[in-house]
DNA sequence: ATTAAATGTTTACGGTGTAAACATAATTCT
DNA sequence: AGAATTATGTTTACACCGTAAACATTTAAT
């Protein structure tokens, strides 16, 4: 008879406490629309003492290098679904990456900021690169079907993984960071203005 | 009788502390690599109390905001001196200010991501926006230049630096935050590959 | 010269990250 | 099952932080 269903039973235990607090530090960067919450704040939300976390934690910025690992796994597969809506029609599905890439980033600033310039990264070195490879994989696979295709012109796929990349990302913090607020205001305008990136882009990449 | 060059009065009164602490500030940026410095710091750097900053600014936030600012102007220079350095040649000024953005970023990497993504720009809204838009127009009023002189494609310039900037910019923060590091070891690899980013832009955006 | 303003220092406060000592629950060994 | 061990919590402690308030000194205005 395991415990299962009933949480509450205020066990000196927590259960699941490394898991509890990345929940936690997830909530408070939603709800604070920052990461300068301490992990002080971090632990109260969780509901155990203000040391708790460093049983399983190095500390502070390792919890956040976990989440910004946590959120390349998510990324990633906001741009398969992306990808895979778009069934063999690989030029859309290009088009519905780089619109999921742009959602991503809007829909969770903070999240995207840390994911992309987390100096304590070099924590957990290993796991970190492998989430972040593996969402760039996700864009890389679809270059590289689009050149094999002859969609694209025969460049190297890591030119234009670079080409491409480069140019969603710097639109995505350009964005984030009020550099175009004066033209886009939401999402969809953003989406919208993107797809001059897209045109571009596809100018630059397809065969003539 | 001003006392004009001797300056090691240790006088009570500074001379010109605000100054001093945003020299200290950069120095701290340079010498630490990062901005998670205190404000003491900065004040045991400019010799005077760790309260004294107060005097000039409305706390840490503001010196980092101001920090960011001068950023701008300094980028704005940069940018500046690498389409003037080419003369009428204008696609090979285009050429050159991509290069200057990304070896400012590569050497001036934190303060760069300060400039981009200072949370407390709010503290100075109008004096950043200023210094931000400078550098934009000195991108922008080369892009227009080469739309009217009939070698880039006939699109708004709005458009055309959206395209641009996002390019640039999102190759810039890839590589200085190691997204890249497998290719790209210092600035002069980053400098060879972004001529990739040049050609993929002048192939989109030239007249056909 | 006196006063007022500007600009510095000292002191004080609550909050922070994290290490160490302590407490309790879960697991392993006999 | 009971004891010992290990895992995982809490409490306490400390140096440092940002910043406000009280105080000091220098410069500028009257």
């Not at 008879?1 to 909530?27: D, F, Q, R, V, W």
């Not at 398969?80 to 742009?102: H, M, P």
């Not at 140019?167 to 607020?181: A, D, K, Q, R, W």
């Not at 203005?193 to 100018?203: A, G, H, I």
Request: charged fraction near 25%; aromatic fraction near 10%.
């Amino acid at each position: 008879m395991k415990k299962s269903s009933i949480k509450k039973k205020k066990s000196y235990h927590h259960g699941n406490l490394p898991e509890t607090l990345i929940k936690a530090t997830l909530e408070l960067i939603e709800s604070t629309r920052s990461t300068a919450f301490s992990i002080r704040d971090i632990s109260k939300l969780a509901g155990v003492s203000h040391a708790a976390a460093y049983r399983h934690f190095a500390g502070r910025d390792e919890i956040l290098a976990v989440v910004a690992e946590r959120g390349f796994v998510t990324f990633k597969d906001y741009l398969k679904v992306a990808r895979e809506g778009e069934g063999k029609n690989l030029l859309e599905a290009f088009r519905a990456q780089i619109e999921a890439y742009i959602r991503f980033a809007l829909s969770h600033p903070i999240h995207f900021r840390l994911m992309f310039s987390n100096e304590a990264r070099g924590l957990i070195q290993g796991r970190f690169e492998q989430a972040a490879a593996a969402s760039f994989l996700e864009m890389q696979s679809l270059a590289l079907e689009l050149i094999e295709s002859g969609q694209f012109r025969k460049i190297p796929i890591q030119q234009a993984t670079t080409v491409i990349w480069s140019s969603i990302h710097g639109f995505s913090e350009l964005v984030l960071n009020g550099f175009f607020s004066d033209s886009i205001k939401d999402a969809d305008d953003a989406v919208k203005v993107s797809q001059l990136l897209s045109d571009n882009l596809l100018n630059g990449l397809c065969q003539k």
